[in-house]
């Protein structure tokens, strides 16, 4: 099994900044992809960010120049960094990783308000 512990999320004014990380624990070998999805209400879960284990990442249209995905693959490890946060950004955030299957995170919520 797989455990995902993720940090971070939190309540920022618009135009500020958050980083979530997520730390992956148990049977882990080598993890392919890890990434982020996000969920605002009524809406569905959409990708937000992902990076393969050579480093090759993909964003969201929505958050591309704002929002830097990374890893650290000796802690198992992922990060979100989130600049510029607009209103639009408020949603709960999942982690998640692909190794032989797609383990997930129980969410962080963001919320980006004055």
């Known amino acids: 099994q797989v455990q995902l512990v993720e940090s971070g999320g939190g309540l920022v004014q618009p135009g500020g900044s958050l980083r979530l990380s997520c730390a992956a624990s148990g049977s882990i070998f080598s993890i392919n992809v890890m990434g982020w999805y996000r969920q605002a209400p009524g809406k569905e879960r959409e990708l937000v960010a992902r990076?393969?284990?050579?480093?090759?990442?993909n964003y969201a249209d929505s958050v591309k120049g704002r929002f830097t995905i990374s890893r650290d693959n000796a802690k198992n490890t992922v990060y979100l960094q989130m600049n510029s946060l607009k209103p639009e950004d408020t949603a709960v955030y999942y982690c998640?990783?692909?190794?032989?299957?797609?383990?997930w995170g129980q969410g962080t919520q963001v919320t980006v308000s004055s």
């Open positions: 998640y990783v692909y190794l032989s299957a797609q383990y």
């Open positions: 990076v393969t284990s050579s480093g090759s990442t």
